[in-house]
């Protein structure tokens, strides 16, 4: 079955970067995107960007797109998160999701992560 | 970008009672050239990341209990419960893909009156 493992929690301080993996298995990694969302303590989902899995070509919401970089390890079948220069507001939960539709964008998605907890404090 | 509205914020429905949900965006997400509306609706329980519950704004993902349903066109869209389960508890958050940045609603919380 289809199944998406996180990295585990990280504390960070701000003005610092963190990189969340999220590893896939039970499909065949190249065939669908991978997205990731993030959800602030108590608020609702918010996207931040997308990978072509096959590609590696990207879209990122302009909001974060300054310090966010999304790359992928085909080998390991493996996504990564990396976001720069943290700050308070950084704090909640990031979730990576596959693409429910094989193409060129992101479309919805069918499979979640179990979620990683990132809290920024000094 | 396309912002998506729901309402209500949240309610509360009997169990076996309908509940329903409405989502608006700032946009259509009608893509005209193969008549499909991009909106998905999400389930999302305490503490668990969301679960797909529809697609195209109709069509219900494999293993979603058919007590769910999506309906609307353009900007208009509602996901009903026709049936409401104890399990159904959560936040419902709809979901526009018609172009990037994908956004998301605002969300919906549901409980048992």
């Known amino acids: 079955q289809v199944q998406l493992v996180q990295s585990g929690s990280e504390l960070k301080k701000p003005g610092t970067s963190v990189k969340v993996s999220c590893k896939a298995s039970?499909?065949?990694?190249?065939?669908?995107?991978i997205t990731w969302v993030r959800q602030a303590p108590g608020k609702g989902l918010e996207w931040m960007g997308w990978i072509d899995t096959a590609t590696g070509k990207t879209y990122y919401a302009v909001n974060v797109q300054d310090r966010l970089t999304l790359t992928r390890d085909t080998s390991a079948t493996t996504a990564y998160m990396e976001l720069r220069s943290l700050m308070s507001d950084d704090t909640g939960v990031y979730f990576c999701?596959?693409?429910?539709?094989?193409?060129?964008?992101?479309?919805?998605?069918?499979?979640w992560g179990q979620g990683t907890l990132v809290t920024v404090s000094s | 970008d396309i912002v998506m509205t729901q309402s209500p914020a949240s309610l509360a429905v009997s169990l076996g009672e309908r509940a329903t949900i409405n989502c608006k965006s700032s946009?259509?997400?009608?893509?005209?050239?193969?008549?499909?509306?991009?909106l998905a609706w999400y389930q999302q329980k305490a503490g668990q990341p969301p679960k797909l519950l529809i697609y195209?704004?109709?069509t219900r993902e494999s293993g979603v209990p058919d007590r769910f349903s999506g309906s609307g066109s353009g900007t208009d869209f509602t996901l009903t419960i026709s049936s409401l389960q104890a399990e159904d508890v959560a936040v419902y958050y709809c979901?526009?893909?018609?172009?990037?940045?994908?956004?998301f609603g605002p969300g919906t919380k549901v409980d048992i009156k």
């Open positions: 999701a596959r693409d429910g539709w094989n193409t060129v964008a992101p479309y919805w998605f069918d499979s």
């Open positions: 195209w704004a109709s």
């Open positions: 039970g499909y065949s990694f190249n065939s669908n995107g």
């Open positions: 946009l259509s997400v009608l893509y005209t050239s193969n008549n499909k509306n991009y």
């Open positions: 979901q526009q893909y018609y172009t990037t940045p994908l956004t």
